[in-house]
């Protein structure tokens, strides 16, 4: 555990950015980046500007970590969204948004995103009272999203539900804590995303 957290500390690092990896300790005074914000290893200070490729494909990798895809997963979201009307990067950024373990991690009921994607794949987590245990599953407008009977009274997941309260709860969710479950009452939009991501630098990467 130490050595995951070592890793994706490092990962932070060299983006120069939060990506949220590690749940909640990246909201505190503990998070490294806050003790240390420059690129790992000896030389990290007098690393050169990334330019370029280097910069569209590093913006790719953040958005992958961000959100846990998988390099022929994310390509195919990056398909659909082209395909789809609107603007190809906001609706990328939607796409990965509406996974549901990504709404489970920002509903609460998990600390981090691969926390949260552990959850559905052991079949923790219900939509419109059904068992749902995949991860990359799209939530819909209407749906709500809430936890097994069984799981309701699990250590991690009360505590998870009780730090959201810190980081809050993005607007197009909505959580009733008391009962352990959320509802989608609109699509995400651009501004619901409040990390620093470029998504014109991947547009740009693709479109090579």
């Not at 500007?49 to 994310?74: A, D, H, N, P, S």
């Not at 609706?91 to 559905?120: H, T, Y």
């Amino acid at each position: 555990m130490a050595r995951y957290h070592a890793s994706v500390c490092r990962l932070c690092r060299r983006e120069g950015m939060k990506l949220f990896l590690k749940g909640d300790r990246c909201f505190k005074e503990k998070c490294a980046i806050e003790k240390r914000n420059t690129p790992p290893g000896q030389h990290g200070r007098r690393r050169g500007k990334i330019q370029g490729y280097g910069l569209q494909l590093r913006e790719k990798q953040k958005v992958k970590r961000i959100y846990g895809v998988l390099e022929t997963q994310f390509r195919n979201y990056f398909a659909r969204a082209d395909r789809a009307k609107g603007v190809t990067g906001e609706n990328l950024l939607c796409m990965l948004e509406k996974r549901l373990d990504n709404v489970i991690f920002r509903l609460g009921f998990a600390s981090s995103r691969p926390q949260a994607r552990q959850w559905v794949s052991h079949g923790h987590v219900l939509v419109n009272g059904h068992r749902v245990d995949v991860a990359n599953y799209q939530v819909k407008v209407g749906d709500e999203i809430g936890v097994a009977a069984h799981t309701a009274k699990n250590p991690f997941l009360q505590a998870s539900v009780e730090s959201v309260k810190g980081r809050g709860v993005p607007e197009w969710l909505e959580l009733d804590s008391e009962n352990l479950k959320g509802r989608v009452v609109r699509e995400p939009q651009r501004g619901d995303v409040t990390y620093p991501i470029e998504e014109q630098l991947i547009v740009e990467l693709y479109s090579k």
